[in-house]
């Protein structure tokens, strides 16, 4: 456990950030898994799920909860796949 009261302070408001991001991190996974589902059934709503990937990754990267390069491979990989369903 930490020593001095500005460690304490820190691990507390490490603690209140964790939250945060835990929550942000589940935002993308459900996302991701939602238009992965959606990819692997070949069905045509998996475009109209980007919208709500895009958010969730941006809002992630924006927090600094992933790097900005992280968000951007995220996107453009599934970004990728929906596009060959198109094909």
Same mark, same amino acid.
């Given at each position: 456990?930490?020593?001095?009261?500005? $460690? &304490?302070?820190?691990?507390?408001?490490? !603690?209140?950030?964790?939250?945060?991001?835990?929550?942000? *991190?589940? @935002?993308? +996974?459900?996302?991701?898994?939602?238009?992965?589902?959606?990819?692997? $059934? &070949?069905?045509?709503?998996?475009?109209? !799920?980007?919208?709500?990937?895009?958010?969730?990754?941006? *809002?992630? @990267?924006? +927090?600094?909860?992933?790097?900005?390069?992280?968000?951007?491979?995220?996107?453009?990989?599934?970004?990728?796949?929906?596009?060959?369903?198109?094909?």
């Amino acid at each position: 456990m930490a020593n001095t009261k500005n $460690a &304490k302070k820190a691990h507390r408001s490490s !603690l209140r950030k964790r939250v945060f991001n835990v929550r942000r *991190k589940k @935002a993308i +996974h459900d996302t991701v898994k939602a238009v992965s589902k959606a990819i692997s $059934a &070949k069905s045509k709503d998996a475009g109209t !799920l980007l919208p709500e990937l895009y958010q969730a990754v941006d *809002k992630a @990267a924006k +927090h600094g909860t992933i790097s900005k390069n992280t968000a951007s491979r995220m996107k453009s990989r599934i970004t990728k796949r929906v596009a060959a369903l198109s094909k």
